[in-house]
C-alpha cells in the first residue's frame, strides 16, 4: 500500500462546477497535510495546508480533513480554465524529520 | 533573491557522468529538501537539512548519491556515475526552521536531468 493515494485521473468538470479532489494517507501518525498545484512543466505551489479535522476554507478552496478515516480532500469552487493543473497531495508524518510524502497527483481539467 | 532558485535549470548528461546540481536556499530558511521527480509521479523525498547537518538521508536512492550544505545556505547534490534511471527533475524547498510540523516548504524551479 503506498503511503498516500491519489486518484490520477484525469478529473474533467466543465467551467463553473465544483472540483472534488480525494487523498488517502497510510500512516496514522501524519500531522500536517498540504495541497499543492503544480502546472506542467513547473515547480509544486502550496495551495492550502490543514492541521485539524474538518473543513478550512480560502476563497474557492476548501480542505477537508477526517484523520479517523485518514482521508483529505480539496475542494475547487467556481472552477476556472486556470485551475487546470496537477494537484499533489503531501502528508508530513511527523518525527525528527519534517519531509513530505507525496501522492502521485490528480490531474484536473477544467472544460470552457 | 525572493525564492528558492536551483541550478543549472537543465541538464543532460551521458551515462556515467558524474554531475552536480545546486540549490539556494530562501534566505534565512535553515532547513532545506531535496526531492525528485519522475514523469509523471509524484515527488520523492531524497535528503533533509538542518543547518549544515543531515539528519535524515533516508531517501538517497543509493550511494551514487550525496549532499551536502554550506551553513545555512546552498545545497549541492551530485550524482556520481550517472544512470538512465536518474533522469528526473530534482526539487529543492526550503522552510524557515524545519521543526513545526506546520511549517511551508517552498519549493524552487527545479533542474531537469536527462542522462543519455
Known amino acids: 500500500q503506498k503511503e498516500v493515494e491519489q486518484n490520477s485521473g484525469p478529473l474533467s468538470v466543465p467551467e463553473g462546477a465544483i472540483a472534488s479532489l480525494n487523498c488517502t494517507y497510510s500512516d496514522r501518525g501524519s500531522q500536517s497535510f498540504f495541497w499543492y498545484r503544480q502546472y506542467s512543466g513547473k515547480s509544486p505551489e502550496l495551495i492550502m495546508s490543514?492541521?485539524?479535522?474538518g473543513d478550512k476554507e480560502d476563497g474557492r478552496f476548501t480542505a477537508q480533513l477526517n484523520k479517523a478515516s485518514q482521508y483529505v480532500s480539496l475542494l475547487i469552487r467556481d472552477s476556472q480554465p486556470s485551475d487546470s493543473a496537477t494537484y499533489l497531495c503531501a502528508v508530513r508524518t511527523g518525527g525528527a524529520t519534517n519531509k513530505l510524502i507525496f501522492g502521485t497527483g490528480t490531474l484536473l481539467a477544467v472544460q470552457p | 533573491g525572493a525564492g528558492v532558485s536551483q541550478s543549472p535549470s537543465n541538464k543532460v548528461t551521458e551515462k556515467g557522468k558524474d554531475v552536480e546540481l545546486r540549490c539556494d536556499p530562501i534566505?534565512?530558511?535553515?532547513?532545506l529538501y531535496w526531492y525528485r521527480q519522475r514523469l509523471g509521479q509524484g515527488l520523492e523525498f531524497l535528503i533533509y537539512?538542518?543547518?549544515?547537518?543531515?539528519?535524515?538521508k533516508s531517501g538517497l536512492p543509493s550511494d551514487r548519491f550525496s549532499a551536502e550544505r554550506t551553513g545555512e545556505s546552498v545545497s549541492t547534490l551530485t550524482i556520481q556515475r550517472t544512470q538512465q534511471e536518474d533522469s528526473a527533475v530534482y526539487l529543492c524547498a526550503s522552510s524557515l526552521v524545519g521543526a513545526a510540523p506546520q511549517e511551508t516548504q517552498y519549493f524552487g524551479p527545479g533542474t531537469r536531468l536527462l542522462v543519455l
Open positions: 490543514i492541521y485539524s479535522n
Open positions: 537539512f538542518q543547518g549544515n547537518s543531515a539528519p535524515d
Open positions: 534566505s534565512g530558511h535553515t532547513a
